[in-house]
């Protein structure tokens, strides 16, 4: 219908005032443009570039190799499709759990008590502590011997000491509930601040039809928090697939490469091991497209189930 | 069906009085129309009936039964909110279907009553749409259908027809009206419209700062007031109100002046000058001053022109008598005091 409209209207001709203003538009993006250039799209090409070939970080293009590294990470050794398991292992245990926890979280800060305000910075301020830090906290906490806290809890319930990092079976696990402590309270915050915007008379309303709590979070909170939990899911998908200095601090990889991730197979092979600079270019490339692929599937598959105010 | 009664009820935010030891009731079948200025409690009466804003103290009972600290879904009431409170996500027809499917309605009787009560509301070619595409009467006629389709005892609706523009609140003040007469379960609607009360009311319950001011129905509210306060808040323009020389008050309808340019002898009868007219259609409205007080004065004759000397007269059974505390003095009892009065207000003449 409006195409149609638009098409009968004669051509508008471009008076030296739009002229003007056009220039001006332009003006003012350019410098975002030339930024997402310079260090956006420039790097991207190069890595590509850097990908075809073999060598190392002060010498990279020492022989073209075409898609040699491609073949060698995705078929030949079998140790980058290890790490991308583990990643993807990762992911899929951490993303449904820190967001469920985060909003059962955000959904207990909602109501007015007074210890809320306290419990909040309680919950906010390990977002603040550096990875690193964190990681060296928890790597205590998870200490194989009987002073780690999480050995002295189960001792205390009468079960054995338990290597925590040391073992594949738990060291993942370990890693996920370090860096959910550490984002869970940033992300209820994010989750709070939408659920202080729903009016109260909608609840009210609900309550007036009979709806149980468990049914109004269903059937009117949760479809409330729809573009804050698909921004969230977003983030939290692609963030965690690039997780690194937890892993590398907590397990270091190990045991074995049971928790090696994609991000450290890129460090070592561009930083430790010589003259494996392609295979990492290569393996950045991969997983930049898995990260693209499931962005593109969430918009997909998600967006229309998403209520926008 | 249902009639709910107050009983000694407070409330109290923080240290906000807002209303305290309220009796009030609403009977059972009736059209009860809660009016007052805006902020004067009318909602925080109605959420309590409705039960979610507990009473702070005393009791409240709905055909005898306590039903103060009962959850509002076992009340058998629906309310419509003054700001809708649609539930946003939803279609129009999950909007009106939620209440249904939480009481465990049938899939074939919703989907009957959806049909029917989307009808009664003009909204049967947008069930499928979302809120946020409706204009703001319309979602005001999805909470009037999501109330309406639980066939409640109570029916509370917190100034629904506030947002309406003026053709459609009228329609929909008549369409109310007639759902009254054909449900004949009990209405209880808050408005701060005094036309609207009137014109919709079995019994109004008139409040001002908590308190009830007078409870009656229209006729008796409008000319049997109670006080000073019901006076002036029912009647457009309110009733003239003027000190008499012993501290009590006089008062008189604007509808009830005759104007003339000969003065007209006995009852209260006094020499003025026209400072207004504003032409209403079939009524004029004079603003007239008589040495000092100014009346209002709402004739059917629109030949009296602006600066013209006129004579204002009302009979002796359109006067009405306050004491200085605003509270009405009427004959009945006070036969004495009323004669008395009467004359005072004849000695304010002056022709
Ligand atoms: N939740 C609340 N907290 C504090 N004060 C309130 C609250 N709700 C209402 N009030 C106060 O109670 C008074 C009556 O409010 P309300 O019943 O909404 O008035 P109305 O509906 O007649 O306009 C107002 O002065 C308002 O400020
Ligand atoms: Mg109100």
Same mark, same amino acid.
């Given at each position: 219908?409006?195409?149609?409209t638009?098409?009968?209207?004669?051509?508008?001709?471009?008076?030296?005032?739009?002229?003007a203003?056009?220039?001006?538009?332009?003006?003012?993006?350019?410098?975002?443009?030339?930024?997402?250039?310079?260090?956006?799209?420039?790097?991207?090409?190069?890595?590509?570039?850097?990908?075809?070939?073999r060598?190392?970080?002060?010498?990279?293009?020492?022989?073209?190799?075409?898609?040699?590294n491609?073949?060698?990470?995705?078929?030949?050794?079998?140790?980058?499709m290890?790490?991308?398991?583990?990643?993807?292992?990762?992911?899929?245990?951490?993303?449904?759990?820190c967001?469920?926890?985060?909003?059962?979280?955000?959904?207990?800060?909602?109501?007015?008590?007074?210890?809320?305000?306290?419990?909040?910075?309680?919950?906010?301020?390990?977002?603040?502590?550096a990875?690193?830090?964190?990681?060296?906290?928890?790597?205590?906490?998870?200490?194989?011997?009987?002073?780690?806290?999480?050995?002295?809890l189960?001792?205390?319930?009468?079960?054995?000491?338990?290597n925590?990092?040391?073992?594949?079976?738990?060291?993942?696990?370990?890693?996920? =509930?370090?860096?959910?402590?550490?984002?869970?309270?940033?992300?209820?915050?994010?989750?709070?601040?939408?659920?202080?915007?729903?009016p109260?008379?909608?609840?009210?309303?609900?309550?007036?039809?009979?709806?149980?709590?468990?049914k109004?979070f269903?059937?009117?909170?949760?479809?409330?928090?729809?573009?804050?939990?698909?921004?969230?899911?977003?983030?939290?998908?692609?963030n965690?697939?690039?997780?690194?200095?937890?892993?590398?601090?907590?397990?270091?990889?190990?045991?074995?490469?049971?928790?090696?991730?994609?991000?450290?197979f890129?460090?070592?092979?561009?930083?430790?091991t010589?003259?494996?600079?392609?295979?990492?270019?290569?393996?950045?490339?991969?997983?930049?497209?898995?990260?693209?692929?499931?962005?593109?599937?969430?918009?997909?598959?998600?967006?229309?189930?998403?209520?926008?105010? | 069906?249902?009639?709910?009664?107050?009983?000694?009820?407070?409330?109290?935010?923080?240290?906000?009085?807002?209303?305290?030891?309220?009796?009030?009731t609403i009977?059972d079948?009736?059209?009860?129309?809660?009016?007052?200025?805006?902020?004067?409690?009318?909602?925080?009466?109605?959420?309590?009936?409705?039960?979610?804003?507990?009473?702070?103290?005393?009791?409240?009972?709905?055909?005898?039964?306590?039903?103060?600290?009962?959850?509002?879904?076992?009340?058998?009431?629906?309310?419509?909110?003054?700001?809708?409170?649609?539930?946003?996500?939803?279609t129009?027809?999950?909007?009106?279907e939620f209440?249904?499917?939480?009481?465990?309605?049938?899939?074939?009787?919703?989907?009957?009553?959806?049909?029917?009560?989307?009808?009664?509301?003009?909204?049967?070619?947008?069930?499928?749409?979302?809120?946020?595409t409706?204009?703001?009467?319309?979602?005001?006629?999805?909470a009037?259908?999501?109330?309406?389709?639980?066939?409640?005892?109570?029916?509370?609706?917190?100034?629904?027809?506030?947002?309406?523009?003026?053709?459609?609140?009228?329609?929909?003040? @008549?369409?109310?009206?007639?759902l009254?007469?054909?449900?004949?379960?009990?209405?209880?609607?808050?408005?701060?419209?005094?036309?609207e009360?009137?014109s919709?009311?079995?019994?109004?319950?008139?409040?001002?700062?908590?308190?009830?001011?007078?409870?009656?129905?229209?006729?008796?509210?409008?000319?049997?007031?109670n006080?000073?306060?019901?006076?002036?808040? =029912?009647?457009?323009?309110?009733?003239?109100?003027?000190?008499?020389?012993?501290?009590?008050?006089?008062?008189?309808?604007?509808?009830?002046?005759?104007? @003339?340019?000969?003065?007209?002898?006995?009852?209260?009868?006094?020499?003025?000058?026209?400072?207004?007219?504003?032409?209403?259609?079939?009524?004029?409205?004079?603003k007239?001053?008589?040495?000092?007080?100014?009346?209002?004065?709402?004739?059917d004759?629109?030949?009296?022109?602006?600066?013209?000397?006129?004579?204002?007269?009302?009979?002796?059974?359109?006067?009405?008598?306050?004491?200085?505390?605003?509270?009405?003095?009427?004959?009945?009892?006070?036969?004495?005091?009323?004669a008395?009065?009467?004359?005072?207000?004849?000695?304010?003449?002056?022709?």
């Amino acid at each position: 219908m409006s195409d149609l409209t638009l098409n009968t209207k004669p051509a508008r001709r471009l008076t030296r005032k739009s002229v003007a203003n056009n220039l001006f538009s332009w003006a003012l993006v350019l410098p975002a443009i030339l930024f997402l250039a310079v260090f956006t799209f420039y790097p991207l090409v190069n890595l590509i570039q850097l990908s075809l070939y073999r060598g190392n970080i002060t010498n990279p293009y020492k022989t073209f190799r075409g898609i040699e590294n491609y073949i060698d990470i995705l078929v030949k050794r079998p140790q980058f499709m290890t790490t991308l398991k583990n990643t993807a292992l990762y992911v899929v245990m951490y993303v449904p759990i820190c967001l469920s926890l985060s909003l059962i979280f955000s959904v207990w800060l909602q109501k007015a008590r007074k210890m809320n305000n306290f419990a909040q910075t309680c919950f906010f301020a390990p977002h603040l502590v550096a990875t690193i830090s964190s990681a060296f906290m928890w790597s205590w906490i998870f200490s194989p011997e009987s002073s780690g806290i999480a050995n002295g809890l189960i001792r205390l319930f009468g079960f054995n000491t338990h290597n925590w990092l040391g073992s594949s079976a738990t060291a993942m696990v370990c890693v996920m =509930i370090m860096n959910t402590w550490a984002s869970i309270g940033h992300h209820a915050l994010i989750f709070l601040s939408a659920l202080k915007s729903i009016p109260g008379e909608v609840y009210e309303a609900a309550e007036l039809d009979s709806s149980s709590s468990i049914k109004t979070f269903f059937k009117i909170t949760l479809p409330m928090l729809s573009p804050q939990i698909f921004l969230m899911l977003i983030t939290m998908t692609t963030n965690s697939f690039k997780i690194f200095e937890s892993v590398r601090q907590m397990t270091g990889g190990g045991p074995g490469i049971s928790t090696k991730t994609v991000c450290m197979f890129i460090y070592d092979n561009a930083f430790e091991t010589n003259n494996t600079l392609g295979l990492a270019g290569a393996a950045s490339i991969v997983l930049t497209i898995i990260l693209m692929l499931i962005t593109l599937l969430d918009f997909k598959g998600l967006e229309k189930k998403v209520h926008y105010q | 069906m249902a009639e709910i009664r107050f009983e000694k009820v407070c409330k109290f935010f923080d240290k906000a009085r807002i209303i305290e030891d309220l009796d009030l009731t609403i009977q059972d079948g009736k059209f009860t129309v809660l009016v007052g200025a805006s902020g004067c409690g009318k909602t925080t009466l109605l959420r309590m009936i409705a039960g979610i804003g507990p009473a702070t103290s005393g009791h409240i009972y709905m055909d005898g039964r306590d039903i103060t600290d009962t959850a509002p879904a076992k009340r058998d009431i629906a309310m419509v909110f003054q700001n809708y409170a649609i539930y946003p996500t939803m279609t129009v027809r999950e909007n009106i279907e939620f209440g249904l499917k939480n009481k465990k309605v049938p899939k074939a009787e919703r989907e009957a009553l959806i049909k029917e009560y989307a009808a009664v509301v003009g909204l049967t070619d947008y069930l499928d749409r979302k809120p946020g595409t409706l204009s703001g009467g319309q979602r005001q006629r999805i909470a009037l259908a999501r109330a309406m389709v639980k066939k409640p005892a109570v029916f509370l609706m917190d100034e629904p027809l506030s947002n309406l523009d003026a053709k459609l609140r009228v329609q929909m003040r @008549s369409e109310l009206i007639e759902l009254h007469n054909k449900l004949k379960t009990t209405f209880v609607y808050v408005t701060h419209d005094q036309v609207e009360a009137m014109s919709m009311a079995d019994v109004i319950v008139l409040m001002d700062k908590g308190r009830i001011m007078q409870e009656a129905s229209p006729e008796v509210i409008y000319n049997d007031p109670n006080n000073v306060f019901t006076a002036q808040f =029912i009647g457009t323009p309110p009733m003239n109100i003027i000190d008499m020389p012993d501290g009590n008050k006089l008062g008189f309808r604007p509808e009830r002046i005759a104007l @003339s340019y000969a003065p007209v002898q006995g009852d209260f009868t006094r020499k003025g000058t026209v400072l207004t007219r504003e032409m209403l259609g079939s009524e004029t409205l004079y603003k007239i001053d008589c040495s000092g007080n100014t009346y209002m004065a709402k004739i059917d004759d629109p030949n009296f022109a602006m600066g013209e000397n006129v004579y204002v007269h009302v009979a002796n059974e359109h006067l009405y008598f306050f004491d200085a505390e605003g509270q009405r003095i009427r004959e009945k009892g006070n036969e004495t005091l009323f004669a008395q009065l009467l004359k005072t207000a004849g000695g304010m003449s002056n022709v």
